[in-house]
């Protein structure tokens, strides 16, 4: 979804004398009746969808994928989970966010259009800073940008500090 989209939603909505465009004013005059607007922080939001990835720690393969509207947190405890398996999910969690990471932020590169949050991406980057760079890395968050014929987009992905 394009940044390009949400602003014809928005002049939808002040057309329709809305005075917020938010995930109640948006089924009125969205295309797409299922797509929502959520936020990362105070100041990145997205609007559509979300891929969640799981992703086994020791492997690194991707063990589970659910596509959501982009108001659902990225971790949600289901209701159905056992103590176990809340453990373990909260195990995974500290396993992967309780090390030192690195941000890699490539702005207005050439878009791919298969590129979203979740994807798996190889990076070859030698001499990158102090380290070389050959590896998949998951995109954190991934913006793309559609004027005329041009495609570009901004990603974000960590790199795990050895």
């Not at 969205?30 to 979300?50: C, L």
């Not at 994807?119 to 890395?137: A, H, Q, R, W, Y």
Request: aromatic letters at 6%; proline letters at 3%; glycine letters at 4%.
């Amino acid at each position: 979804m394009s940044k390009l989209s949400v602003w014809e939603e928005r002049d939808k909505a002040i057309a329709a004398g809305y005075e917020k465009l938010n995930n109640e004013v948006l089924p009125e005059v969205a295309v797409d009746k299922e797509a929502t607007i959520g936020a990362k922080s105070s100041k990145k939001f997205r609007y559509g969808f979300k891929k969640h990835v799981g992703a086994d720690m020791r492997s690194g393969m991707i063990n589970r994928v659910a596509i959501t509207t982009a108001n659902v947190p990225d971790k949600v405890v289901d209701e159905n989970m056992n103590a176990a398996q809340i453990q373990q999910e909260a195990d995974t969690m500290l396993t992967y966010y309780n090390r030192k990471l690195r941000t890699l932020t490539l702005d207005r590169c050439i878009g791919v259009p298969t590129i979203r949050a979740g994807s798996m991406v190889m990076f070859n980057i030698p001499k990158l800073g102090d380290i070389n760079l050959n590896s998949f890395l998951l995109v954190e968050s991934a913006e793309h940008y559609f004027t005329n014929s041009l495609h570009l987009m901004d990603l974000e992905c960590k790199i795990p500090i050895k």
